[in-house]
């Protein structure tokens, strides 16, 4: 897959964001998908994605994230960057979840108080890996 050079888009009722290519940081806010008003922030240091002003997403150094969807029981998407990536995600606080990082399964991980949980990723330029996390 390639990066997303508008910043954000829709695609078959999922978004992709984030280009990881940019040398400087570029925005771009209101953005609607279903209701929502989504804000992108990327480059190749940072990847930030907020929904109605509150964090969603958050890789270091920047990705692009293609078919993200997330649902109070799981979300889905493809990360794609050109080194390995703390991705950052805001889910349910003190929750477990169920974490499959490129098809194999990476255990059960617990969100902190403030709902956040943290993942590594090692990714290879130009090949994006799946990422599936389900509440438990």
Excluded: C, W
Excluded at 32 to 59: A, C, H, P, R, W
Excluded at 88 to 116: C, F, P, R, S
């Amino acid at each position: 897959m390639a990066v997303i050079g508008e910043l954000i888009r829709k695609e078959d009722g999922m978004l992709s964001f984030g280009n990881y290519e940019l040398a400087s940081k570029t925005k771009l806010s209101d953005f609607e998908f279903m209701g929502d008003l989504y804000k992108v922030k990327t480059y190749k240091d940072i990847t930030k994605l907020e929904k109605n002003g509150l964090f969603v997403y958050e890789s270091v150094p920047g990705t692009s994230v293609h078919n993200f969807s997330a649902t109070v029981e799981e979300v889905n998407f493809q990360v794609e960057g050109f080194t390995d990536s703390q991705v950052t995600l805001e889910l349910e606080a003190e929750t477990e979840y169920q974490v499959a990082i490129g098809g194999q399964d990476a255990g059960v991980i617990k969100t902190n108080l403030g709902g956040k949980l943290v993942l590594s990723v090692e990714l290879d330029e130009g090949k994006t890996l799946d990422i599936k996390i389900n509440k438990r």
